[in-house]
């Protein structure tokens, strides 16, 4: 469906307003059953969403309905597409919004994406990996894409933006002399290819698969200090990334209002997160948002207290939000005591679950042990089995970070974090 006649066919609806983000991606496949290529293959696809708005004359409420246009599809196809987004978004019932305009939104130099590239250096890195006799590579997908997307509505934003979104997905082998086996999966998201980082990862991986095999059970500690020092700390930052949420405030769903800490008697460290517009490497540093608003950097919370909220349009204006937009990167700044300060005494430091969880909106944490390594303080036992549980509202009084860093796709985060009390059973 070409854009220009799809404009046209809204035109002749005259709904309320209009929005499209149409994704052009372009991208490489490969498949390996451990170094060996199985399959590789080139795509070209095309997504395009389309929002439609319907109001009444009073402007008191709006609507909206939204589906996908197929580049396949005929003219009479999405005039009835389009009329019946029109019956769908008159049955909503929403306080009334705007969509963004353009208010002289800077335009960037499109760059194309070396996609060639981008898969020889995910190739080549992988070749290149160190494997032992007990633990290699099982098998792995690289996919490297260009993305061109293009945000237009109809209030004048017609913005398009280039970027890469790269994805390695790996199973690690590990085995014992016994005879059993053990996998490891990891999913490793970017924007293109980080040798460094990928052979850091995989190698704690294997390191993780060999130790799984001579596992005990974990004995039940009750109350007792709790390490994270993998992916699952997103999960902890990801929690006050979406208390700050504009949408989460407006339903209820987050107690955070500004100027106010999120808990009182915090004794550990706070968090001060910071909205950015671009991390070395992300898969969505992007300079607009979907909707066609400047992403600026600016304060998140400091210390603890919520400064701004981030989020779409609609709850921003609902909130009376100025400036506000959809935030994709994040950084929280470290603490101030090194990793292994931070690994003193008894401790569990769990590096891999089954599953880990914190409620966006009740902060309670959940998760399955399948790897930890249990610190008494002199000695230290490999375990696996039973479950971490708690309050984040309750357990960030006494957390505290690393002031090493490290970053996850779209967030820069402290590398290690300390409880120093939740429940191990």
Known sequence: M????????????????????DEKIRGWEFYFIRHKLDQARSKE?????????????????????????LPTESEVEVRQKIEDLKKRALLVQNPYYTLRSDDGIPKEDLK?????????????????????????????????????????????VDIT?????????????????????????????????????????????????????????????????VILSTSAVTSVFNYFFSQVDASMKYRGLS???????????????????????KLPNSSRNFGTDSEGA????????????????????????????????????????????????????????????????????????AGEIRLGYLHDGENVTIVSGSSVSGNLREAMKHMTFSREAVQYDTCLVPEVVRFESLTIS
């Not at 070409?2 to 983000?21: D, F």
């Not at 590579?137 to 293009?150: G, K, L, P, W």
Request: hydrophobic content about 40%; overall charge negative; some cysteine.
């Open 2 to 21: 070409n854009l220009e006649l799809l404009k046209k066919l809204l035109a002749e609806a005259s709904p309320a307003a209009w929005e499209i983000v």
């Open 45 to 69: 696809v095309e997504n395009l969403l389309l929002k439609l708005y319907m109001a009444p004359e009073s402007k008191e409420t709006i609507g909206m309905a939204s589906c996908l246009i």
């Open 112 to 156: 194309m994406v070396a996609v060639d590239a981008i898969s020889d250096t995910f190739i080549r890195t992988m070749t290149d990996l160190e494997e032992t006799e007990t633990e290699d590579i099982n098998s792995y997908e690289i996919f490297a894409n260009e993305v061109h997307r293009h945000v237009l509505n109809s209030e004048g």
């Open 161 to 225: 933006e280039i970027y890469p979104d790269s994805m390695l997905e790996v199973v690690v082998n590990a085995r014992s002399d016994d005879g059993h086996e053990i996998e490891i999966y990891r999913n490793l998201t970017s924007g293109t290819a980080n040798p460094e980082a990928i052979k850091k990862e995989i190698a704690k991986a294997m390191t993780f698969g060999r130790d799984k095999l001579r596992a005990v059970k974990t004995p039940s500690l009750g109350q007792y200090p």
């Open 255 to 277: 107690a955070a209002e500004l100027g106010k800490p999120l808990t009182e008697g915090v004794a550990g460290d706070k968090v001060t997160m910071l909205a950015v517009r």
């Open 294 to 365: 400047i992403i600026r950097e600016r304060m998140l919370i400091r210390d603890n207290v919520p400064e701004s909220f981030h989020g779409t349009r609609q709850y921003s204006e609902y909130l009376g939000l100025g400036e506000s937009s959809i935030v994709y990167n994040y950084a929280v700044k470290p603490g101030n005591k090194p990793a292994c300060e931070l690994r003193q005494g008894a401790y569990i430091e769990v590096v891999e679950f089954s599953d880990f969880q914190v409620d966006s909106m009740t902060g309670d944490i």
